[in-house]
Each structure stands twice: as C-alpha cells, then as structure tokens.
C-alpha cells in the first residue's frame, strides 16, 4: 500500500515562510512526477507546483518566485519551500504522486496539511 505523509505546516504571519515535505511510503516501483496542490475554505483545489522525475518543475503564476520544489528520488521525498507568504496563500496543501505499482501508473495523494497565514 502506498502512502504519502506530509509534515511542515502551521501558523506563519504574512511575509514569513514555511517548509512543506511529503514522504512516499510503499512498494513502488518508480516515482514519476511530484507535487503539490492546495485548497483554500469554498474554493477548488489547484496545483502549486510539480516536479517531474527528471527535476524539471513547473508552478502556478501565483507561486512563481516564491516557491520551489525539490526531490529526494533516493528518499521519495518532495518538498515545497514557501517565502513571502500572503493571507491569500491560507489552505489546506496536499502532496501528491504519479508511481508505478504493478505495472501500472496510479496517482496518490497526502492526506493534507494546513497552512494559515495572519495579517
């Protein structure tokens, strides 16, 4: 069974930053690209930003300059490093996955973690 386990969220004032990490657990033959998404109260959930196998990574517009993403294959790690966080940035941030399990890619998700940003 695969899982994902986020861990780094929490309270931040406006300005500050905050550093999210996800550990994909499991039989897994291949990670393909990792990333992250967000849902804020009454809203659909997006993508942040995705890193793919070969570290080529993309980004919302709206995380572009003060995101970034990187991956640990060896660990089967990714992590969101977050600056100048805004109120705007408050939502609920979920890891997710592409791996290969039994021949077959299968999409995974974290359960999630919060990050509140106060004015």
């Known amino acids: 069974q695969v899982q994902l386990v986020e861990s780094g969220g929490g309270l931040v004032q406006a300005g500050g930053s905050l550093r999210l990490s996800c550990v994909v657990s499991?039989?897994?033959?291949?990670?393909?690209?990792m990333g992250w998404y967000r849902q804020a109260p009454g809203k659909q959930r997006e993508l942040v930003a995705v890193?793919?196998?070969?570290?080529?990574?993309n980004f919302a517009n709206f995380a572009k300059g003060r995101f970034t993403i990187s991956r640990n294959n060896a660990g089967n790690t990714v992590t969101l490093q977050m600056s100048s966080l805004q109120p705007e940035d408050t939502a609920i941030y979920y890891c997710?996955?592409?791996?290969?399990?039994?021949?077959?890619?299968?999409?995974?998700w974290g359960q999630g973690t919060q990050v509140t940003v106060s004015s």
């Open positions: 997710n996955a592409d791996a290969l399990v039994d021949r077959t890619i299968r999409t995974y």
């Open positions: 499991g039989t897994i033959f291949s990670l393909n690209a």
């Open positions: 890193i793919r196998s070969g570290s080529t990574a």
